[in-house]
């Protein structure tokens, strides 16, 4: 019988012919990342060694990423002390894929993955982290375990219990219209699936939307594919994925790219036209209360946020600059801007785009979690609005439970800074030089 | 078989962030996680901490329970006090996680409890005693029982290095 995407890099990892969904496999694993949250791993994984006799020595160094990105620059001694914990187990260890709080290699972990090739088609990721389906945007079968089951991989280099998963196939095709984004895409999708309807499933992603689309906005759509509950999304790799993986992630390595077979059965069909799609919003406080945002423009914002593992590439901060170039952000209401990693930073520098904005009036900070999750930076008054270009609306997500966050495109938080409220970009009425 | 009050009642989709606040993700010892729990629901983490809220109590919540960050703080929190959890659905990572801390978990998609309800967690089964109906569990995948029956993941990890030369 034919298989998945999903099912066929399975079967391969573990060095079967045949994985039929609810088996269950221990496949090796190809990388495993934490960030800050290391310090708990190094906690579970010494524990697991006490009393063994044996020394506390991980599986292979050079299959864990370590990457400091949740509270950067440290925001309290506890954090710088982890941090320091972290440093000096990486030392030990002999771990060379550590981003530490630098200008130069540092970024949000799932950024830094892809852009530094870490990731590759048919790879077994797991990541201390919820959005670690981010990397099936480059082909991997990747995936958020806990702290505790990361240090079981540190110590024997496979990820137990994983069954194999049914697949939600995803078909986009058409165009995007103007002002109509990834970002959007995945918003419809987790609207109509639910917040819970992809639990222990996959999404795969076909059509020629898809095909069309570059890595980054594949990444916006496979790391809120969580956001459904879906254990991974994925996007078979093709020529996208070896153009960037060599061209921007410096891969030299043969790939080994496949797709899943054309008599494959999956669980469910969802078939979604692009070009019928318009900006859409994600209300409090469940990523999935999805509305157009024909139903929610004018609503006034205080805060807004573009950045963030989801949206903070190039691409999205351009988008951003073209649309605040020469324009300005409007009193009463504040723009942060957290590009993913440091690369982007400086790129975005030597676009222009970080001078677009700044004149604009946006504080841009540095790559980081930040604001996304309430830990650092960026916390939301009493009744304060935000919008954002992150992932996740819950209640206290930004730092307070009376507050209320709406999630959105670059392109919506864009257009909606320089009105105060939410706005779509398709009908800014500010000509830019109005300031 | 275990019995035990419902003492906090929740809907859908409660998120890691209303378990476990991600402004306090930088305290990560499950030692010291407990105090965050529900910090948001001052009432409730106060009896918490007052030790009012004896082990086994019951949260009774509906589906997708710890949907959201991976964060195991979320999970260690709540096995600090020796809570159960009963839901209508729980999110894939949360699970995962409760099994290898241990933390006493049932998914019983139909269940009906108010704050105050006492329950017995039986064999298949959770009966409420105050409205006296019984509700299906669905049961933990198979391959998870092993884990639960070394006492948890560090355990069971354990004794796969120990097996290995």
Known sequence: ?435 | MAKGKVVLALGDDISTDIIYPGRFMATVLPKETPQFAFVDNAEFNRRLKAKEIPAGSVIAAGKNFGCGSSREQAVSCLKGYDLAVVAKGIARIFLQSAINLGLNIVICPEVEAAAGDELEIAEGKVRNLTSGKSFAITPLPKARQAIIDAGGLIPYTRDLLLARR
């Open chain 1, 1 to 435: 019988m034919g298989m998945t995407y999903a099912q066929k890099l399975l079967a391969k990892a573990c060095g079967r012919t045949q994985a039929a969904v609810g088996d269950v496999l221990e496949p090796p694993v190809s990388l495993a990342m934490s960030h800050e949250n290391g310090a708990l791993v190094i906690n579970q994984f010494d524990e697991i060694f006490q009393g063994t006799g044996r020394e506390a020595k991980v599986w292979n160094p050079e299959r864990i990423a370590l990457i400091f990105d949740h509270r950067v620059p440290a925001e309290s001694a506890k954090t710088a002390t982890n941090q320091k914990k972290i440093r000096e187990f990486v030392a030990k260890q002999g771990i060379r894929k550590f981003h530490d709080v630098r200008g130069d290699v540092g970024g949000v972990c799932h950024q830094i993955l892809p852009e530094n090739g870490y990731v590759r088609p048919g790879y077994v990721v797991v990541g201390t982290d919820s959005h670690t389906t981010s990397h099936g945007a480059l082909g991997a079968f990747s995936f958020g375990v806990g702290a505790t089951e990361m240090a079981s991989v540190w110590t024997l280099g496979r990820i137990l219990n994983v069954e194999v998963p049914g697949t939600i196939k995803v078909v986009v095709d058409g165009k995007f219209p103007e002002g109509v984004y990834p970002k959007d895409l995945i918003l419809h999708l987790i609207g109509k699936v639910t917040s819970e309807g992809a639990n222990f499933k996959v999404f795969e992603f076909h059509g020629a939307a898809i095909r069309a689309m570059s890595t980054s906005g594949r990444l916006v759509l496979c790391n809120m594919s969580v956001e459904a509950g879906a254990t991974s999304g994925l996007v078979p790799p093709d020529e996208e994925t070896r153009r960037y993986l060599k061209e921007e992630a410096g891969v030299r390595e043969p790939l080994d790219c496949f797709g899943p077979d054309s008599d494959a059965v999956y669980d469910q069909t969802i078939t979604i036209d692009a070009s019928r799609l318009e900006p859409q919003i994600a209300c409090p406080h469940t990523v999935d209360n999805v509305k157009p945002i024909s139903a929610v423009a004018g609503k006034k914002v205080q805060q807004i946020v573009i950045g963030s593992c989801t949206n903070g590439r190039l691409d999205d901060l351009e988008i951003a600059a073209r649309i605040l170039k020469g324009r300005r952000v409007v009193d009463g209401t504040r723009l942060l801007v957290f590009p993913a990693s440091w690369r982007i930073y400086r790129e975005a520098m030597k676009s222009g785009a970080l001078a677009d904005l700044a004149a604009a009036g946006a504080v841009i900070c540095n790559p980081g979690c930040g604001p996304c999750l309430g830990v650092h930076q960026g916390a939301l008054g009493d009744k304060e609005v935000a919008l954002a270009t992150t992932n996740r609306n819950f209640k206290g997500r930004m730092g307070n439970p009376n507050a209320e966050v709406y999630l959105c495109s670059p392109a919506v938080a864009a257009a909606s800074a320089i009105t105060g409220a939410i706005t779509d970009p398709r009908t800014l009425t500010v000509p830019q030089g109005a300031r």
